[in-house]
């Protein structure tokens, strides 16, 4: 079955940047998409179609695509960053959704 | 913005049936939205169970294809999922989730959430 690879955890001091890579087959023909799990709390969307930021959602938040791999980029890190972080996209039929197993940032 | 409220039990007993209802409210079931389950088991990964259209079509998970039943209420604006023969291993936080197309209507990305409602599967 088709899966999404993430790093287990990133860790970064606050002002530094922070990237988080999610590979998958898949990734040259379809989307990638980012969540944001802060501790007990909803998952909340923070880039969609590779690279584009919903309102709200800090400038600092970025995210691009190249061949199988898709990244999430934090540029000058906040404490309150600190969440898990999922990439999501789908098969290459588009018919099955999948997501990463998670990234837990940590900024200190 | 679309609001999503998941209610149901919190405890299901082994080899029971978890239904759960997911209130839809600032939008409307027969909007060009699908609507997803996802669960996530305490401490692990998001895992997507599958959508509904308001028309009736679906779109499950093959991996849990079998045990699942998922509806569409229109007059009472809200959807609901269905997951048989449960285990241990079905204990988890269920969110409800809108599934909202590109211009396109070619993808699909998870918007809003629900808060999610945890669903133990215990004796």
């Known amino acids: 079955s088709y899966e999404l690879t993430q790093p287990p955890s990133v860790s970064v001091s606050p002002g530094q940047t922070a990237r988080i890579t999610c590979s998958g087959d898949a990734l040259p023909k379809k989307y990638a998409y980012w969540y944001q799990q802060k501790s007990g709390q909803a998952p909340v969307l923070v880039i969609y179609e590779d690279s584009k930021r919903p309102s709200g959602i800090p400038e600092r938040f970025s995210g691009s695509s190249s061949g199988t791999m898709a990244t999430l980029t934090i540029s000058g890190a906040q404490v309150e960053d600190e969440a898990d972080y999922y990439c999501?996209?789908?098969?290459?039929?588009?018919?099955?959704?999948?997501f990463g197993g998670g990234t837990k940032l940590t900024v200190l | 913005q679309v609001q999503l409220q998941e209610s149901g039990p919190g405890l299901v007993e082994p080899s029971g049936t978890l239904s759960l209802t997911c209130a839809v409210s600032g939008g409307s079931v027969t909007s060009s939205r699908w609507w997803s389950w996802v669960r996530q088991p305490p401490g692990k990964g998001l895992e997507w169970i599958g959508e509904?259209?308001?028309?009736?079509?679906?779109n499950y998970n093959p991996s849990l294809k079998s045990r699942v039943t998922m509806s569409v209420d229109k007059s009472n604006n809200q959807i609901s999922l269905k997951l048989n023969s449960l285990t241990a291993a079905d204990t988890a936080v269920y969110y409800c989730?809108?599934?909202?197309?590109?211009?396109?209507?070619?993808?699909?990305?998870?918007?809003?959430w629900g808060q999610g409602t945890l669903v133990t599967v215990s004796s």
């Open positions: 989730v809108a599934l909202v197309p590109s211009q396109s209507a070619s993808y699909y990305r998870f918007d809003p």
């Open positions: 509904i259209h308001h028309t009736g079509n679906t």
């Open positions: 999501y996209s789908t098969d290459s039929s588009g018919t099955h959704r999948i």
